[in-house]
Nanobody, 132 residues
Framework: QVQLVESGGGSVQAGGSLRLSCAAS????????MAWFRQAPGKEREGVAA???????TYAASVRGRFTISKDNAKNILYLQMNRLKPEDTGMYYC??????????????????????????WGQGTQVTVSS
């Protein structure tokens, strides 16, 4: 019942920065955690960063130290600050919400099983392209 809309993607040079936003609307009560996933051409969707209702966060090893996930609860907006971007960061970035548990925390840097894909709420994605 929650609707998610991503924005902020674009094309940047390696070493540059972008900040992605995910606006949540509808019934957002009871959301246990929110997360960012990405999918590169020919690859499976994998977890990038996740944050729970207590602001505890976790990251994929490949982005740790470069990306920061945060949220504004009053505005219902999730953010992903991406610094020192690399060409391998290129992909479609998706926002997700889990109203049941903190399941996305398990899949940072890992592909998402099909059953979980169906159980989470997803946005349409925003494209990030990093050139060398």
């Amino acid at each position: 019942q929650v609707q998610l809309v991503e924005s902020g993607g674009g094309s940047v040079q390696a070493g540059g920065s972008l900040r992605l936003s995910c606006a949540a609307s509808g019934d957002t009560t009871g959301t246990y955690c929110m997360a960012w996933f990405r999918q590169a051409p020919g690859k499976e969707r994998e977890g990038v960063a996740a944050i729970d209702s207590e602001d505890a966060s976790t990251y994929a090893a490949s982005v740790r130290g470069r990306f920061t996930i945060s949220k504004d609860n009053a505005k219902n907006i999730l953010y992903l600050q991406m610094n020192r971007l690399k060409p391998e960061d290129t992909g479609m970035y998706y926002c997700a919400a889990d109203a049941t548990a903190r399941r996305p925390f398990i899949y940072m840097g890992r592909r998402v099983p099909a059953p979980l894909l169906a159980q989470l709420s997803w946005g349409q994605g925003t494209q990030v392209t990093v050139s060398s």
